[in-house]
């Protein structure tokens, strides 16, 4: 399968990692749309972020669980976690993953 996040996850290109868990993994977005933006990302591939729900609820905690711990460490604790589903919501990448974003980062 030609998935970019899945070749993140298998190292096979390059990317600014900031964390990980045992379901999870954790970069920089590639193109930041705001002062902190880290994707949150599963190792196991599902298309969205409904898809890894009904498959792998652990992983989806997981995944959360994550997310939160680095907004806490990166930003003031103050963060949005997004989850575009769908193309007309403007998902891109078809391997679920979340979007933590901040405006303010951790001083
Ligand atoms: P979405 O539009 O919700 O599917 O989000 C996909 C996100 O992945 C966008 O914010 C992109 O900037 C980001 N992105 C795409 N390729 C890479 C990459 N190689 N490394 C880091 N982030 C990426
Ligand atoms: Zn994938």
Sequence with gaps: MDCIFCKIVAGEIPATLVGESEHSIAFKDI?????????????????NVAELAFANPDALVDLVQLG???????????????????????????????????????K
Aim: charged residues 10%; hydrophobic residues 25%; proline residues 7%.
């Design 31 to 47: 193109s930041p749309r705001q002062p902190i933006h880290i994707l949150v990302v599963p190792r196991e591939h599902h298309s």
């Design 68 to 106: 939160s711990h680095l907004a806490e460490q990166h930003s003031s604790g103050s963060f949005r976690l997004t989850f575009n589903t769908g193309t007309e919501a403007g998902q891109t990448v078809f391997h679920a993953h979340g979007h933590i974003t901040s405006t303010t980062p951790k």
